[in-house]
């Protein structure tokens, strides 16, 4: 009974991921070709406008990868992938995932950018060509990937070990011990790069946050003389932009948790009846 009741639970898991990534899949197609048609008839296209296609454009083969990933965790029949096929399909969801970490942080920066005053020292950037926006974010990818190339090393199919502490990425896949130094090392590593993009994405929005509530005092003469309850504009962008703030952040901090408990042990009761 017990067996049965986890099988159902693995069968309803397996539905909704494959629903959500259907979802992403065509919510993102329809932002990358609305992004694509103002890029080919609309000569106005801003540095936001590039890096949210791109992201859009990004999101597309990171979420069918995660399908073949969980085509191969959810599947019944072992040795579906090779060690090469492993190494390759994990590290492109790597590579795309990092793409896409680092192409919100900057899309979280131009916008700030976008709202800076004149006088700040932000101005300057704000009549960046798209090519200079671009090199920014290759270099943010690269500096996200140094961090994650032992993934290309360390990613082995499951019949090329034999140890019995092993942690498994997807029915065929998993990665190959390592010593208590290397793991902690890899992981502070890991934990320093997600707190420098997190910490550049909350200080973009709590410097626009700032613009906001300043320009806001700064009108409050006008504001105080409406009989209109409604709130502000300032007052909805900010709500608008800690919304999307605190939803990134919990989104991202359970995708983590997700991610570490989505390493099974060979042992685990849940990987032995899926296989």
């Not at 909704?16 to 979802?23: D, K, N, Q, T």
């Not at 070990?161 to 498994?168: E, N, P």
């Not at 890899?186 to 420098?196: A, K, N, P, Q, Y």
């Not at 504001?223 to 900010?238: D, G, I």
Request: charged share 15%; glycine share 4%; with cysteine.
């Amino acid at each position: 009974m017990e067996k049965y009741k986890k099988l159902h639970d693995i069968i309803n898991i397996k539905n909704a991921f494959y629903s959500e990534v259907g979802i992403g899949i065509l919510a993102n197609t329809i932002l990358f070709l609305f992004y694509l048609i103002k890029f080919l008839f609309d000569r106005r296209f801003k540095n936001t406008d590039v890096i949210t296609g791109l992201l859009a454009l990004t999101h597309l083969p990171m979420l069918l990868t995660m399908g073949f990933i969980a085509t191969d965790t959810f599947s019944s029949q072992q040795g579906l992938w090779d060690d090469i096929t492993c190494k390759s399909i994990i590290y492109l969801y790597r590579i795309l995932r990092g793409f896409s970490m680092c192409a919100t942080c900057l899309l979280s920066v131009l916008q700030a950018i976008t709202l800076s005053p004149r006088s700040s020292c932000l101005a300057k950037f704000k009549h960046k060509p798209p090519p200079e926006s671009l090199s920014f974010l290759v270099f943010l990818w690269l500096f996200y990937m140094s961090f994650s190339a032992h993934f290309s090393i360390s990613v082995v199919e499951n019949s090329n070990v034999t140890s019995h502490s092993l942690i498994f990425l997807s029915d065929s896949c998993t990665i190959l011990p390592m010593s208590y130094l290397l793991r902690n090392v890899f992981s502070i590593l890991g934990v320093f790069r997600d707190v420098f993009l997190l910490g550049l994405m909350v200080l973009s929005s709590g410097y626009m946050v700032t613009l906001l509530c300043r320009h806001r005092r700064q009108c409050q003469h006008l504001h105080s003389t409406s009989l209109s309850p409604k709130a502000s504009p300032e007052q909805r962008a900010t709500r608008t932009i800690l919304l999307l703030m605190g939803f990134f952040v919990l989104m991202y901090c359970l995708d983590c948790i997700v991610s570490s408990s989505r390493t099974l042990w060979s042992s685990d009761p849940v990987v032995v009846l899926s296989r």
